[in-house]
């Protein structure tokens, strides 16, 4: 397979996207001072935070170094879905994909949402302007927390990336 991804990878025609290999650790070891941060990723029954409710939530947890912002290490992951007590509407699920069937019944774990929050000192989301209503209306602990947003406050541009929808960011 891998002689297969070479040849691919030779001509201008193709991209090859390979599985990133699962690891903790970043960079053994800090310069200075650490702190946490959290990166989380919501889906919803809708835009509007107002009438629409969350029904997934991932969160990965690392620890960073805070002058230069290198990661060291990440700590947890987790992800959960749960039952609007609704009908998802047609056009989130053609969005997300996530079905009626597979949420329900389902309940995120709070106790496991705040043990990941635990001591984070920055929640980092791809559109925080989105996110974050959603999270501070289901888990009031996000309203004490500062966030920074991936999509407006990178310059994807400037490094050379054009598309900034995560699912792009994703095969880059």
């Excluded at 929640?123 to 996000?142: G, K, Q, Y």
Aim: negative net charge; contains cysteine.
């Amino acid at each position: 397979l891998e002689s297969a991804a070479r040849l691919l990878s030779a001509s201008a025609d193709y991209r090859v996207i390979r599985r990133l290999a699962a690891h903790d650790t970043f960079a053994p070891g800090a310069d200075g001072p650490t702190a946490i941060a959290v990166v989380v990723d919501t889906e919803t029954t809708g835009r509007f935070f107002s009438d629409d409710a969350l029904i997934e939530i991932a969160l990965l947890r690392f620890e960073y170094e805070i002058e230069s912002g290198k990661v060291i290490r990440l700590i947890d992951t987790y992800s959960g879905l749960e039952d609007p007590g609704r009908p998802i509407p047609a056009d989130s699920t053609a969005v997300h994909g996530i079905t009626d069937a597979m949420v329900a019944g389902r309940v995120i774990d709070d106790a496991r949402v705040e043990s990941i929050m635990t001591d984070a000192t920055l929640v980092i989301a791809h559109n925080a302007a989105f996110d974050r209503p959603f999270l501070e209306r289901r888990f009031p602990l996000f309203r004490a927390l500062p966030f920074a947003c991936s999509h407006a406050q990178v310059d994807w541009s400037a490094e050379g990336i054009h598309g900034t929808k995560l699912e792009y960011l994703g095969y880059l």
